[in-house]
């Protein structure tokens, strides 16, 4: 009895020493919870915004309303990108910061027309004029862009960049037997494909078409499944590269379907990032992956028009500008329909004034309030065409 | 002798076990809560001047209220962030930059592709806090975090 105590006193002790690294461990995983979904929204916010930026500043060479099309600038997706993060955790993006958090970015695809991943180079040390230990990616270039080695602009070490941009191409034969290509898109209402048939054209040249109808088994929905799998197989292959030394991480595939989990599919154009081994604010690295896509859709226009009725009555409507052929209505087919303005959304047409409305009687006008609140002068609103819209 | 010093370490470890424990748990699972629901306030934030593109004085107070509100002591400052574009005259390559500014006179007036940087910073620590972070490292330490969105 009386060596009882002291031998509870030692069990005790073991299971509080035994516990200490448990709760240490508890700890931490709570402090690693915060960080996890802090780098979740970090990662999407700055997502958000290369998206919103490499779309303001796409290369949009052709008619985007015939093609309902897109295309990112990767230059511009890629730096604003890398700012964002930047900011996201309190960093002034310089370039050394930016390349910073590119690195721990191990992949960013941008998917429109093509696909485009990211790689990383690294360049070998040399020494500058002026001494400075530097590396060629890093070079200063001069305004004339040649390379001038006596000035250093960066001196990283690795350089993040986007690979080159790969058009998605479906090959198939047309009615005639002859070879075709067709470039893919990963948006599943488009309209018009360019086709590109090999020496079909003056000369023997390729015959490069836009055309509304695709020929033999391609069909739209193909189109953009094909394309899709492109992206796949490019993105795991070069995950696989990565990650070829750490078995752990598997295959990543995109889906095409809303699964049964309620992953939304990749069908599409945005961007999508890969992160890992993220550790600025961490004891140790962020071990699981944070995933962000960002898509995009097509901006529905909206028309606004004032119609007469045989019987003299004015009305101001608006309705989607793909439920009224804008064309033959300013051709004046349409008799007492007058187009007014095509407007980006609903709020914007709805909230325009019409000031000069002379149809109307002055007490059938509104008189909003003004910025000081005083009542403006009379004036219409256009009122939405329902018998139109709920088509 | 010895009974004496086992019952003392029984009582103690019954302490530490059974009282002290349970109110570090409790209270690391407080703080991680709101932790948590200040990041959600900032995102909230966040979203609510991308889809708006304006910042009001109501909204920095409430934001500065809601932030303050669940058991943390907490500083917060809004920054806009200017976008600017330059192009390469020779390569005609297009180059996006944000600039911060502290001004609070600019938040009124943002424009579409500008950005919005919140910080958000942990005052008033308590020296019993300070105990857990700095000796016993039970204490994540002061919330401090930055986000930053686009606006538009």
């Not at chain 1, 230059?75 to 310089?94: D, E, H, K, R, S």
């Not at chain 1, 690295?285 to 226009?301: D, H, I, M, N, Q």
Request: one cysteine or more; glycine letters at 6%; proline letters at 5%.
């Amino acid at each position: 009895m009386r060596f009882l105590y002291p031998i509870a006193a030692l069990i005790a002790c073991i299971i509080f020493f035994m516990f200490l690294p448990l709760f240490a461990d508890y700890c931490d995983n709570i402090d690693m919870d915060f960080q996890q979904y802090k780098l979740d929204k970090s990662l999407e916010l700055s997502v958000r915004a290369a998206t919103f930026n490499g779309l303001a500043h796409g290369l949009v060479s052709f008619d985007r309303s015939e093609l309902k099309e897109v295309e990112f600038n990767t230059g511009v997706v890629l730096n604003t990108y890398a700012q964002f993060m930047a900011f996201n955790y309190n960093m002034i993006p310089t370039d050394h910061n930016k390349e910073l958090m590119l690195n721990r970015t191990v992949l960013m695809t941008i998917g429109a027309r093509g696909f485009s991943i990211t790689q990383n180079e690294y360049g070998e040390y040399y020494v500058a004029g002026n001494g400075t230990l530097s590396r060629p990616k890093g070079a200063f270039y001069r305004p004339d862009g040649t390379v001038d080695r006596t000035q250093v602009s960066a001196n990283t070490g690795s350089r993040t960049f986007m690979g080159v941009y790969t058009p998605f191409i479906v090959k198939d034969t047309d009615n005639d037997g002859r070879e075709v290509y067709v470039i893919g898109s990963l948006l599943p209402n488009v309209s018009a494909f360019t086709m590109i048939t090999p020496n079909a054209g003056a000369g023997g040249k390729p015959l490069v078409q836009v055309v509304t109808s695709l020929p033999g088994d391609i069909t739209p929905s193909r189109v953009q499944h094909e394309a899709l799998a492109q992206m796949t197989r490019a993105f795991t292959q070069a995950w696989y590269q990565l990650n070829n030394k750490n078995s752990e991480n598997g295959r990543l595939t995109f889906p095409n379907s809303i699964t049964n989990l309620g992953v939304s599919p990749v069908a599409d154009p945005g961007v999508l990032v890969l992160v890992d081994g993220f550790n600025l604010e961490t004891t140790r690295p962020l071990r699981s992956s944070a995933f962000t896509g960002y898509k995009v859709v097509a901006c529905r226009e909206i028309v606004a028009y004032t119609e007469t009725s045989p019987s003299g009555a004015v009305s101001h409507w608006y309705a989607y500008r793909d439920q009224i052929d804008v064309d033959k209505a300013l051709a004046g087919q349409f008799p007492g329909i007058q187009i007014d303005y095509i407007y980006p959304d609903m709020h914007t047409a709805a909230t325009v004034k019409i000031k000069n409305c002379t149809h109307h009687k002055h007490d059938e006008k509104c008189t909003c309030p003004d910025a000081n609140g005083n009542p403006s002068l009379p004036h219409c609103h256009y009122q939405p065409n329902l018998e139109v819209i709920m088509r | 002798m010895v009974d004496t010093i086992s019952k003392i370490l029984s009582i103690v470890l019954i302490f530490l076990m059974l009282v002290l424990a349970p109110l570090l748990i409790s209270y690391k699972i407080d703080d991680a809560v709101a932790r948590r629901e200040i990041l959600f306030e900032v995102t909230q934030f966040i979203d609510k001047v991308r889809d708006t593109q304006s910042v009001t004085d109501t909204d920095l107070d409430q934001f500065y209220q809601n932030c303050n509100s669940h058991g943390l002591t907490v500083d917060v400052r809004v920054r806009r962030l200017v976008k600017t574009v330059v192009i390469d005259p020779h390569t005609e390559e297009v180059t996006v930059e944000y600039t911060i500014n502290d001004d609070p006179a600019a938040l009124y007036n943002f424009n579409k592709g500008d950005g919005v940087q919140v910080v958000v910073e942990e005052i008033g620590i308590s020296p019993s806090r300070s105990f857990m972070y700095r000796v016993l490292g039970a204490d994540s330490g002061p919330l401090k975090f930055t986000l930053a969105g686009i606006v538009g």
